[in-house]
């Protein structure tokens, strides 16, 4: 190239002469000898000049060449692999399987619950963390491991398989327990936890449809509980496709009217008087039988069809219950996509319309998760339902991340605690320490609380002796559906004593 270079330089330089020379044909031989003599001083300094400058450049474009492909194949951020590089791998690993024998395995790991952290502490605290996990997953990963950061707080790692399938798992307990002590942040602490999916190459899967059973596998692990390892397996892929056919159903069984509400009595603690019910959604599925409302709703919330369940179910509670006595109110739980509908306020007027259902009667559940984004915002939804007379009711309470800010800024009518806290309340001192905190922030809030999860009479009678406001659970009954709670409330057996007398509605039925 150098070369190259040079030769044109030259021709040019000595063209540029001969033409000087022409313009001055009438030069002496004194005169040419000592212009060859200055040239030959000026055309090395020349020739150098130019040949250093081209070196710079082309330093300069080797710099910024490698520069490029190194942004090219890793995230900025972490410093680690990306998404490129993943599928290089893969596909290297898929051949040399195909050709010398082994297998493959693709690590998959989500963080548990990092989206508050960006939210609550900002993204620089959210980076730090990133960054730390990087880190720390470098450290659990064997030389010929290599992490890669997909997005986000979504990481992956292609392992080499031996014959008992046991390198895959290795790696991932090495990860569960990296990131289990806290990460430093300022001067306090977070704990970050993280769920992981694991699928293993077998003859005839491609790049795409391995990472894909990767993700299934750790999508998994999160509906299962979080912080949980799971692997992709043919009862997985048949469950997934039993979903989608699910998914179809669930569309046929909204525009049917068949997702219906059913009613879990609340209850006075005190006295043991009903006072109203939560409305709960149920589906009987002609085929399957009684679908989980934690399978259903779930998927209706990743299908966007869960407004259309929603005020289905809503329209309908409403009916059935204008006709109850008149101081028996109902709670109706809204997720946090729905909350954050700019409609919903006008949404839910029109259903009290419809149905002339009294508004001081509805009681709306929110989860904490569906008001932290945006705390603002919140505010002036909960405010124009409040407007209308409705109740406001911060479900779940104690699980969130900063629900004493949210009880501060927020003007809630009552807490709920979450049953993960309630049931074992006479087992656990901690959690029992927690409850009664709760009761006590709750009246010097002058906030009402309800106790979900009522299984045990010791159970009750702690919250009662802590002063609990309401309760409901399997203690005073199961939910059950509109029109038996209506035929209860007509023959007289549902009374203020009821609970007391008999414990439970089923009884009563017996």
């Given at each position: 190239?150098?070369?190259?270079?040079?030769?044109?330089?030259?021709?040019?330089?000595?063209?540029?002469?001969?033409?000087?020379?022409?313009?001055?044909?009438?030069?002496?031989?004194?005169?040419?000898?000592?212009?060859?003599?200055?040239?030959?001083?000026?055309?090395?300094?020349?020739?150098?000049?130019?040949?250093?400058?081209?070196?710079?450049?082309?330093?300069?474009?080797?710099?910024?060449?490698?520069?490029?492909?190194?942004?090219?194949?890793?995230?900025?951020?972490?410093?680690?692999?990306?998404?490129?590089?993943?599928?290089?791998?893969?596909?290297?690993?898929?051949?040399?399987?195909?050709?010398?024998?082994?297998?493959?395995?693709?690590?998959?790991?989500?963080?548990?619950?990092?989206?508050?952290?960006n939210d609550l502490r900002g993204h620089d605290?959210?980076?730090?963390?990133?960054?730390?996990?990087?880190?720390?997953?470098?450290?659990?990963?064997?030389?010929?491991?290599?992490?890669?950061?997909?997005?986000?707080?979504?990481?992956?790692?292609?392992?080499?398989?031996?014959?008992?399938?046991?390198?895959?798992?290795?790696?991932?307990?090495?990860?569960?327990?990296?990131?289990?002590?806290?990460?430093?942040?300022?001067?306090?602490?977070?704990?970050?936890?993280?769920?992981?999916?694991?699928?293993?190459?077998?003859?005839?899967?491609?790049?795409?449809?391995?990472?894909?059973?990767?993700?299934?596998?750790?999508?998994?692990?999160?509906?299962?509980?979080?912080?949980?390892?799971?692997?992709?397996?043919?009862?997985?892929?048949?469950?997934?496709?039993?979903?989608?056919?699910?998914?179809?159903?669930?569309?046929?069984?909204?525009?049917?009217?068949?997702?219906?509400?059913?009613?879990?009595?609340?209850?006075?603690?005190?006295?043991?008087?009903?006072?109203?019910?939560?409305?709960?959604?149920?589906?009987?599925?002609?085929?399957?039988?009684?679908?989980?409302?934690?399978?259903?709703?779930?998927?209706?919330?990743?299908?966007?069809?869960?407004?259309?369940?929603?005020?289905?179910?809503?329209?309908?509670?409403?009916?059935?219950?204008?006709?109850?006595?008149?101081?028996?109110?109902?709670?109706?739980?809204?997720?946090?996509?729905?909350?954050?509908?700019?409609?919903?306020?006008?949404?839910?007027?029109?259903?009290?319309?419809?149905?002339?259902?009294?508004?001081?009667?509805?009681?709306?559940?929110?989860?904490?998760?569906?008001?932290?984004?945006?705390?603002?915002?919140?505010?002036?939804?909960?405010?124009?339902?409040?407007?209308?007379?409705?109740?406001?009711?911060?479900?779940?309470?104690?699980?969130?991340?900063?629900?004493?800010?949210?009880?501060s800024r927020l003007p809630f009518d009552k807490?709920?605690?979450?049953?993960?806290?309630?049931?074992?309340?006479?087992?656990?001192?901690?959690?029992?320490?927690?409850?009664?905190?709760?009761?006590?922030?709750?009246?010097?809030?002058?906030?009402?609380?309800?106790?979900?999860?009522?299984?045990?009479?010791?159970?009750?009678?702690m919250l009662a002796n802590l002063n609990c406001?309401?309760?409901?659970?399997?203690?005073?009954?199961?939910?059950?559906?509109?029109?038996?709670?209506?035929?209860?409330?007509?023959?007289?057996?549902?009374?203020?004593?009821?609970?007391?007398?008999?414990?439970?509605?089923?009884?009563?039925?017996?």
């Amino acid at each position: 190239m150098i070369g190259v270079w040079f030769v044109a330089a030259e021709v040019e330089l000595f063209e540029s002469l001969h033409e000087y020379t022409r313009a001055h044909e009438d030069w002496d031989l004194d005169e040419i000898f000592s212009f060859i003599i200055l040239l030959g001083f000026v055309l090395p300094v020349v020739l150098y000049e130019r040949n250093r400058r081209l070196r710079q450049s082309l330093r300069a474009r080797g710099v910024a060449e490698k520069r490029a492909k190194h942004i090219s194949r890793h995230d900025s951020l972490t410093g680690l692999f990306n998404r490129r590089v993943m599928s290089e791998v893969i596909r290297k690993y898929i051949e040399a399987s195909q050709h010398k024998g082994g297998s493959l395995a693709v690590v998959l790991m989500d963080l548990d619950r990092f989206k508050p952290i960006n939210d609550l502490r900002g993204h620089d605290v959210g980076d730090r963390v990133l960054q730390d996990v990087a880190s720390r997953l470098r450290a659990a990963c064997k030389s010929e491991q290599v992490p890669v950061r997909l997005g986000g707080d979504e990481f992956a790692i292609v392992v080499r398989e031996n014959d008992e399938l046991d390198e895959a798992v290795g790696l991932a307990r090495r990860i569960m327990t990296a990131m289990e002590p806290k990460f430093p942040i300022g001067e306090g602490e977070l704990a970050v936890g993280t769920s992981i999916g694991i699928a293993v190459w077998s003859e005839g899967l491609d790049e795409d449809q391995l990472f894909r059973h990767a993700d299934q596998a750790m999508y998994r692990a999160k509906r299962e509980g979080r912080g949980r390892l799971n692997f992709f397996d043919d009862d997985l892929g048949e469950r997934l496709r039993e979903a989608a056919e699910l998914e179809v159903e669930l569309t046929e069984a909204i525009e049917a009217g068949q997702i219906v509400p059913y009613f879990q009595p609340i209850v006075d603690i005190a006295n043991r008087r009903l006072v109203g019910f939560e409305v709960l959604s149920r589906w009987h599925h002609e085929r399957l039988g009684q679908i989980p409302p934690t399978r259903f709703i779930a998927l209706a919330e990743d299908t966007g069809q869960i407004n259309a369940i929603s005020w289905l179910v809503l329209r309908q509670a409403c009916e059935t219950a204008k006709a109850w006595p008149s101081h028996l109110t109902i709670s109706f739980n809204l997720s946090p996509r729905q909350f954050r509908d700019s409609e919903l306020a006008a949404t839910i007027s029109s259903v009290l319309l419809e149905t002339g259902f009294p508004p001081e009667r509805l009681e709306i559940e929110i989860t904490e998760t569906a008001v932290i984004e945006d705390l603002d915002y919140a505010r002036e939804t909960i405010e124009r339902l409040r407007w209308l007379g409705i109740r406001i009711s911060l479900d779940d309470f104690g699980t969130g991340f900063s629900s004493l800010a949210t009880l501060s800024r927020l003007p809630f009518d009552k807490l709920k605690i979450d049953r993960s806290f309630v049931t074992q309340v006479t087992e656990d001192a901690q959690k029992a320490k927690i409850v009664a905190g709760i009761i006590s922030l709750a009246d010097s809030l002058e906030l009402s609380v309800t106790a979900e999860g009522i299984e045990t009479e010791d159970t009750y009678k702690m919250l009662a002796n802590l002063n609990c406001d309401l309760g409901q659970g399997f203690l005073f009954e199961r939910p059950l559906p509109g029109e038996m709670i209506s035929e209860l409330l007509l023959s007289g057996r549902l009374d203020g004593g009821y609970f007391e007398e008999i414990g439970g509605v089923a009884s009563a039925l017996a």
